[in-house]
């Protein structure tokens, strides 16, 4: 088990309060937000500066073809950025006043004081050293009912590399996989005939083992996604680099598939070829 020494709850309205104290966090959104669910108005991918409303609007959407897994990644992403915003605030006073008006809005087993004291002792910490995870598993079924279900050997392994103090993610060098060694299958993301084919194409040509091509469940894909699970980030990697264009996802449980590479090809590949 993984032992919680704190905790802290905040509701909707305490979460926009808190954003607003900040005057806004910077942020680089990773997909389009449109989802009336959750808010008025679109929010397209790339560079931002949100408000409050704005940034729930990001952590809160599910309105996305892999659905609670890319909220999973777009809250893992404001965290970071959250982080980063705050950790930029220079002068004690507003850091302070930024910390009470947090403390303010949220529920925690933590008091102000030892609130402050914990944001006045991260002051000097690098932002892009905050790793976020999420836990190594497959999708599966439990009673009718759909599951992430954790790998416990790749859990086990990644806690090991925490607890000593190494990245949660293991390292590996792209340049070292062996292109005929890596089963790629390539899906169409984006609707638009023949890239499936076409990018399967680049791979077979680099040396990639093309498994097979298909269509993805929707076709909502904005973004081109190379996804790999635990054992093979490299060979996703690899591939990414031979695409010329996309993003890696881990699978997260949200995708099955045979082989050691899924590409979803998206929109953005379609434009550019």
Known sequence: GVPVAHYVEVD???F????DALGGVRVDVPVQIKDPNVG?????AGPHKLNGNQALMLVRSRAFPTGDIQRIANQQVFLKA???????????????AVLSAAAETVTSDMSVTEMIDLGVGLKGMNPDDLETVSVPGEPGYIGGGSY?????EA????????DAGEPAIAAQDPKAVVPAEVRVLVHNGAGVDGVASAAAAV????GFDVTGTGNAPTFEYDKTLVVYSGTSPAMAQAVLEELGRGELSPVNGQYSFEGDVLVIV???WAAAN
């Not at 926009?16 to 954003?19: A, F, G, I, K, M």
């Open 12 to 14: 909707f309205a305490g």
């Open 16 to 19: 926009q309060e808190l954003v």
């Open 40 to 44: 008025s108005g679109v929010i397209p």
């Open 82 to 96: 959250l982080a980063k915003e705050v950790l930029a605030v220079r002068d004690p006073l507003r850091l302070r």
């Open 148 to 152: 992430i279900i954790h790998d416990p």
């Open 155 to 162: 859990f086990a392994a990644m806690m090991a590399r925490i």
């Open 203 to 206: 791979l077979s040509e680099a």
């Open 266 to 268: 998206g929109s953005d």
